[in-house]
């Protein structure tokens, strides 16, 4: 498939003048619109967004008008270890936004990717770090700490003496580092930031360290990020895996025989609606099939499309904060639900846009599922058995 997302002509004018004149592109991008400026960056390539952003004269305002999961999306592309300029501006959405995509491991968090966000964070600056402590669940940052320190409580005996090694910011709670080479740079500035600005939530962080059971952490971590990740249009997997059911021979070439009806309304989802190059000479009969459609048809085929690719994501463990994930799931949804429609093209003789109008596009997928040998279930979820795998046949 062609690259989903090609720096605009528009785009290209600007970084050409500031090539030459830094200083004449930015005030070529300051002549725009917000949302202007906000579509350029978004339709770009995501390793070029850093160019059109640092052109912005206003990045405090710009950068949190990006959809939080672009936000996510262009600083994992930059790299963290160079994006603190970015999570600078972010709002809280977008980094819960950052956290809930790129962190996560099937059902649990990736602590050492946490750390290298926490050090995004501290070298986005103190503003910023607490922003995200108080928008961030409060069962992340326990069990990163876990993962980290060993923290002792200053007993009102007079004979105690604090571990060999630790340190301490308030003469009570005492930390020592589980690893002989961490030099707690970044926990000791998250743990400073909130005794000084925060000081309830620095005393429940340090006691959740102590006494908080990792699993039941780790459990109620999950439930908040599960439905946030609703929200952001990645289904439960247990939900997302309805697209690989099993279908009866005889049961792939039904075609209903009423037009499908859909909800009218913008794109619903707090990213930008991806390219997906819908056209004539696509190598896919399926976005062949949506070029042919009426724009005003085609329209909510595509949310449906990109509904079904964010499923495939989820289903196949992609890595949601990966840039590259849900291009990859477009590609598998196209390819997969272009053999659906073409075998039901050859048992229906019906026009492969009649069939669009007629059948889910997931129906389509679960079909040429169906059909291909050659292709294999994703791997079940770490928590669900081989029987979660759904069978049905309708």
């Known amino acids: 498939m062609a690259a989903l997302r090609t720096l605009s002509a528009e785009a290209r004018r600007i970084l050409r003048i500031a090539a030459e004149n830094r200083q004449a592109g930015s005030a070529a991008f300051a002549g725009l619109s917000r949302e202007r400026q906000v579509a350029l960056v978004c339709e770009a390539p995501f390793a070029r967004r850093a160019e059109l952003l640092l052109l912005s004269e206003e990045p405090e305002a710009l950068i949190?008008?990006?959809?939080?999961?672009d936000l996510c999306y262009t600083a994992t592309a930059v790299g963290l270890e160079d994006a603190?300029?970015?999570?600078?501006?972010?709002?809280?959405?977008?980094?819960?936004?950052?956290?809930d995509l790129d962190v996560w491991r099937s059902h649990a968090p990736d602590r050492a990717r946490f750390g290298r966000w926490l050090k995004t964070l501290v070298?986005?600056?103190?503003?910023?770090?607490?922003?995200?402590?108080?928008?961030?669940?409060?069962?992340?940052?326990?069990?990163?700490?876990?993962?980290?320190?060993?923290?002792?409580?200053?007993?009102?005996?007079?004979?105690?003496?604090?571990?060999?090694?630790?340190?301490?910011?308030?003469?009570?709670?005492?930390?020592?580092?589980?690893?002989?080479?961490?030099?707690?740079?970044?926990?000791?500035?998250?743990?400073?930031v909130l005794f000084q600005n925060?000081?309830?939530?620095?005393?429940?962080?340090?006691?959740?360290?102590?006494?908080?059971?990792?699993?039941?952490?780790?459990?109620?971590?999950?439930?908040?990020?599960?439905?946030?990740?609703?929200d952001l249009g990645f289904p439960l997997w247990e939900e997302a895996m309805q697209i690989y059911g099993y279908l009866r021979p005889e049961l792939r070439c039904q075609v209903p025989d009423q037009t499908q009806?859909?909800?009218?309304?913008?794109?619903?989802?707090?990213?930008?609606?991806?390219?997906?190059?819908a056209d004539a000479s696509s190598e896919h009969s399926l976005l062949r099939a949506l070029a042919a459609l009426p724009e005003r048809e085609r329209r909510p085929y595509l949310f449906a499309f990109l509904a079904l690719a964010n499923k495939i994501a989820v289903t196949?463990?992609?890595?949601?904060?990966?840039?590259?994930?849900?291009?990859?799931?477009?590609?598998?949804?196209?390819?997969?639900?272009?053999?659906?429609?073409?075998?039901?093209?050859?048992?229906?003789?019906?026009?492969?846009?009649?069939?669009?109008?007629r059948v889910p596009l997931e129906r389509l997928f679960r079909v040429g599922f169906n059909e291909d040998d050659t292709l294999t279930l994703p791997p079940p979820s770490a928590e669900a058995g081989p029987s979660e795998v759904p069978e049905t046949e309708c």
Request: with cysteine.
């Open 261 to 277: 009806t859909f909800p009218l309304g913008e794109w619903p989802l707090p990213v930008w609606m991806p390219n997906v190059p």
């Open 84 to 99: 603190g300029w970015i999570i600078e501006h972010a709002t809280e959405s977008q980094i819960v936004a950052c956290i």
């Open 123 to 192: 070298e986005a600056g103190d503003e910023a770090l607490l922003r995200a402590c108080r928008a961030l669940d409060f069962e992340l940052f326990v069990l990163h700490l876990k993962s980290r320190i060993h923290v002792s409580l200053k007993p009102s005996d007079d004979d105690w003496s604090p571990p060999v090694g630790a340190l301490t910011l308030d003469g009570q709670f005492y930390l020592k580092p589980l690893g002989s080479d961490d030099d707690l740079e970044d926990v000791v500035t998250l743990l400073r």
């Open 64 to 69: 949190p008008a990006l959809p939080p999961a």
């Open 316 to 357: 196949d463990r992609l890595p949601l904060g990966d840039s590259e994930s849900i291009p990859a799931a477009i590609e598998k949804a196209a390819h997969v639900g272009s053999q659906g429609l073409d075998h039901l093209t050859r048992e229906s003789g019906l026009a492969p846009e009649e069939l669009l109008r």
């Open 198 to 230: 925060d000081y309830w939530v620095y005393f429940r962080l340090l006691q959740g360290v102590m006494w908080e059971l990792e699993v039941e952490t780790e459990e109620w971590a999950l439930r908040w990020r599960s439905g946030r990740l609703q």
